[in-house]
């Protein structure tokens, strides 16, 4: 059974830089999946940042990019503010829908 | 301004059928060019997609979840719906309703509605 991976948690200083990443338990992550990125905090519904693989939503801080890594989709948050603190999600395209990663819980310490 | 708002039962029994309700204020439905679909978050199984339609055009669903589920239109109400039928315990989750530019329609969400599958 194919599932999409994402690290479990993360650790990054305010300022600082970190990168989290997506990616198939079975192949690599192409354009074709075509990655979505979500930011979550708790009690909220995710808040859409990155669509097809690099594209930023019109609300989308600059600090959040995204983009192809080493065959998985990555999303790095720059410049990160204590407010960044949230679990990350991503969304690929596979076998005819659409799956979501487990999570990457991101903590600003 | 866009709002979504889910509604439906928060309690439903085993082998029953869900129903759910998303109104759509802020855009038309009928008129859009955007997807309007389903995901569901469970501590389980975390965020599933479920489903989306456009409203010209085709209805895409989850290829584990398309022998339970129904996604429907009400135009004249400017509300979408979605019946998932046979339920069982690991279809309890906060279940999400959402617009998008694109096939998935993720990009924006209501606030969700919790449903809980217990006798």
């Known amino acids: 059974q194919t599932v999409v991976t994402q690290e479990p948690s993360l650790t990054v200083s305010p300022g600082g830089t970190v990168t989290l990443t997506c990616g198939f338990n079975?192949?690599?992550?192409?354009?074709?999946?075509?990655p979505n990125w979500f930011q979550q905090k708790p009690g909220q519904p995710p808040r859409a940042l990155i669509y097809?693989?690099?594209n930023r939503h019109s609300s989308t801080p600059v600090r959040f990019s995204g983009a192809l890594l080493g065959g998985k989709a990555a999303l790095t948050l720059s410049d990160v503010q204590p407010e960044d603190e949230a679990e990350y999600y991503c969304l690929l395209y596979y076998g005819g829908g659409y799956v979501f990663g487990a999570g990457t819980k991101v903590t600003v310490l | 301004q866009l709002r979504l708002q889910e509604s439906g039962p928060g309690l439903v029994k085993p082998s029953e059928t869900l129903s759910l309700t998303c109104t759509v204020s802020?855009?038309?439905?009928?008129?859009?060019?955007?997807?309007w679909g389903w995901t569901r978050q469970s501590p389980a199984n975390g965020l599933e997609w479920i489903g989306s339609?456009?409203?010209?055009?085709?209805?895409y669903y989850n290829p584990s979840l398309e022998s339970r589920l129904t996604i429907s239109v009400d135009a004249s109400k400017n509300q979408f719906s979605l019946k998932l039928t046979s339920l069982t315990a690991t279809d309890t989750a906060v279940y999400f309703c959402?617009?998008?530019?694109?096939?998935?329609?993720?990009?924006?969400w209501g606030q969700g509605t919790l449903v809980t599958v217990s006798s």
């Open positions: 959402a617009r998008g530019e694109r096939v998935a329609a993720v990009d924006d």
């Open positions: 079975t192949g690599i992550v192409t354009h074709s999946h075509y």
């Open positions: 097809s693989s690099s």
């Open positions: 802020g855009d038309s439905i009928t008129s859009s060019t955007f997807y």
């Open positions: 339609f456009y409203y010209r055009g085709s209805t």
